[in-house]
């Protein structure tokens, strides 16, 4: 009940004011990862994540799925860089009615590993009015008060970014516990592996790409042929941490391939379902439950947040346009 | 009827499904102000307001089935005609909200497009289509009925206890968890 006893206590609609006062504000859209296109296709499920979950996602079968590429920060006109963090949203609508949904992100770990770091960097990042950067000050305080960041940032940069949205590793960021038939809990993490070949994000295109050329080039690639992932579930042990997104599972720990996402086809925000759904990564199936990761109810609260006031919003068009989506 | 078999109380079926309302309502109301203000405990919190909301709504709509089945005790001497008439509508308005609250919150969430989770893989149908303006709405409304219905309650309550402590005529022993016998 923190909101209501202790106006310092951070909120989701204090959370939200924090995004919208960085960001600006933008109507009918989303407070961040604001800039997206939508995807739909299906999920082939090849039945071996069974042996970890009881989940009706993972018995071997097709089910369809709705995604959404999308650019962190909550400028939804902002100009397409490679070294932005990549989203991809998705939901798999599972063949009893469930619904499993998931925000993935292109680094291997996150940068903070509390809500209120978050916030505090959300803000320490916040351009000044003056220079229209940062305030180098500002980090370098939040970063010397946060070494868990300073150590997520070098295994992030570790990961040259890909080329595109179509070529990028995915990952769940959180880990999860999946419960089997027989009632046992493991720990988990996920990702999304590309089937398309890795490139390297400087090696391709001209010096100044257009504004929307990573999402113009996610488009033109689907159109050409269905784009591919492997879902790997990575299976932790005892003494990994569950409530840390900052640190990293050994490399040593057993992956499984559970099954291949494959998409068919790309609209525009405009005219998809997708603009108006929450992925929220805690919409999950029985057979999986959120960890003790603090960042879990919380990206929850905030999305829902950031949902509810987005939904009565005036929609203004998307930076990816109808036009562009087509052939 | 005569006075000695006269009914003082409403009957034992009214007075359980009138406290395990007033149980169920009231922390209905602190789980909802608690969850919209916390990061943490959201998530659980949510996940216990769904399946509670649903409850509510069965248990509200067996006990008016009940009620008009049930004998009612007639009203104190002491409320005159036009108490009785306020106290009779003010029952009905927390009828309607007590089963509105619960639908508006279904619809909301069909609004929304979101699973509406019960327990475990147990789910509901969506009762709207998704339209996020439509869930904006009645996201709104959800919040507006839920002070209505603390405001109500208030009310309610502030009046029986004007009726059992100032005016001294055994209004609160009408509905009292316990049997009383006549005086």
């Given at each position: 009940m923190g909101g209501w006893f202790n106006p310092e206590a951070l909120t989701p609609a204090r959370f939200a004011d924090g995004f919208e006062r960085v960001d600006g504000i933008y109507s009918g859209f989303r407070l961040n990862h604001a800039k997206g296109v939508c995807v739909s296709g299906s999920f082939e499920s090849n039945g071996r994540g069974t042996r970890l979950s009881k989940?009706?996602?993972?018995?071997?079968g097709r089910m369809p799925i709705i995604g959404r590429f999308s650019l962190a920060g909550g400028n939804p006109y902002v100009a397409d860089e490679p070294e932005m963090v990549r989203g991809f949203g998705l939901l798999f609508k599972l063949s009893d009615g469930e619904e499993w949904r998931t925000a993935m992100i292109n680094t291997p770990v996150f940068g903070v590993n509390t809500p209120q770091a978050f916030y505090d960097r959300l803000l320490a990042a916040q351009p000044n009015p003056k220079t229209g950067n940062p305030d180098p000050e500002k980090m370098a305080a939040f970063l010397a008060s946060h070494p868990e960041t300073v150590r997520a940032t070098k295994i992030i940069q570790s990961h040259p970014a890909s080329s595109g949205f179509e070529n990028s590793t995915y990952y769940g960021l959180n880990a999860f516990w999946f419960m089997d038939a027989n009632g046992r809990s493991i720990p988990v993490r996920w990702s999304l592996a590309p089937v398309q070949p890795f490139a390297p994000a400087n090696s391709t295109g001209p010096a100044r790409p257009d504004k929307n050329y990573l999402f113009d080039a996610l488009i033109a690639s689907i159109l050409q042929q269905p784009l591919q992932w492997h879902l790997i579930i990575t299976i932790g042990q005892?003494?990994?941490?569950?409530?840390?997104?900052?640190i990293p599972w050994p490399d040593a720990r057993e992956q499984l391939d559970v099954g291949t996402l494959t998409l068919e086809r790309v609209e525009s925000e405009d005219t998809s379902p997708c603009r108006d759904i929450n992925f929220d990564p805690l919409v999950l199936p029985e057979g999986m439950a959120p960890s003790d990761d603090p960042l879990l109810s919380a990206r929850s609260a905030v999305y829902s947040q950031s949902f509810t006031r987005r939904a009565g919003e005036k929609k203004l068009p998307s930076a990816v346009m109808p036009s562009e989506v087509r052939e | 009827m005569s006075v000695a078999t006269?009914?003082?109380?409403?009957t034992s079926h009214m007075r359980l499904f009138h406290w395990l309302t007033a149980a169920l309502v009231l922390t209905m109301l602190c789980i909802g102000v608690a969850m919209v203000a916390s990061l943490a405990d959201y998530h659980r919190l949510v996940s216990i307001h769904r399946p509670l909301g649903i409850l509510i709504l069965i248990v509200v709509v067996i006990r008016f089935v009940n009620r008009h089945y049930s004998t009612l005790p007639p009203f104190h001497a002491t409320m005159s005609p036009r108490e009785r008439s306020v106290a009779s509508a003010s029952e009905l308005f927390l009828y309607a909200l007590l089963v509105v609250q619960p639908l508006v919150g279904w619809g909301m969430l069909s609004a929304a497009s979101y699973p509406i989770t019960l327990y475990g893989s147990i789910h509901l149908f969506p009762i709207l289509p998704h339209n996020v303006m439509l869930y904006a709405v009645l996201r709104r409304a959800h919040t507006v009925l839920a002070y209505l219905l603390f405001l109500t309650f208030l009310a309610h309550f502030g009046a029986v206890l004007f009726h059992t402590w100032v005016m001294r005529d055994g209004t609160f022993s009408r509905m009292a968890p316990w049997k009383v016998r006549a005086q």
């Open positions: 989940a009706v996602v993972f018995k071997a005892a003494n990994d941490p569950t409530n840390d997104a900052t | 006269e009914q003082r109380q409403f």
